[in-house]
């Protein structure tokens, strides 16, 4: 007797596996609780360290101790920009500013890679001479300490001289 090419193909019987079909319609839910998970856990451990660390360095802004924070800021951040520029760039945002008030993050993320953790952090101000956008970008060592590696600021009272 000629075997057909489909019991060939398929030499065992039909048997149902229900728990494949559980698996294939849970899978995704059971990744999004993982990622949640995740989510809860960077709020909880690296948010506190990058949002005290942000609150220092709106103060170290405010009086004018640029150094302190180039000093202390990530490698990256000092492979980017020289202390002159730093200092420069952060002149340039007190005097075009004013002084500014901070409600806390607007937005935040939490990435984990080869390089470690960073937070991002996104603030609105409201400044003397007009409205700022900043994002800080903080690598978070130990959940605890945490390095400057980004900064960026955007008004429009930054756009003119």
């Known amino acids: 007797m000629h075997d057909s090419p489909i019991s060939i193909l398929n030499p065992q019987p039909n048997r149902s596996k229900p728990w494949r079909l559980w698996l294939f319609l849970a899978s995704p839910i059971i990744l999004l609780m993982i990622g949640l998970g ?11 360290a990058a949002v005290s660390a942000t609150d220092l360095f709106h103060l170290r802004l405010a009086r004018g101790e ?4 180039y000093q202390e800021a ?9 202390e002159d520029t730093e200092h420069a760039f952060f002149s ?3 005097r075009k500013l004013g002084a500014c008030s901070y409600t806390g993050p607007a937005a935040w993320s939490v990435t984990t890679n080869h390089w470690g953790t960073q937070v991002r952090l996104i603030y609105q101000g409201r400044c003397t001479n007009g409205l700022v956008r900043e994002v800080l970008i903080w690598r978070v060592l130990d959940g605890q300490k945490a390095a ?6 955007d008004s429009s009272a930054l756009l003119t001289d």
């Open 148 to 153: 400057l590696m980004g900064f960026s600021a």
């Open 74 to 82: 990530d490698p990256a951040f000092k492979a980017r920009l020289t």
């Open 92 to 94: 340039r945002v007190r």
């Open 66 to 69: 640029d150094a302190l924070i």
């Open 38 to 48: 995740y989510c809860e856990y960077g709020r909880r451990t690296y948010l506190p």
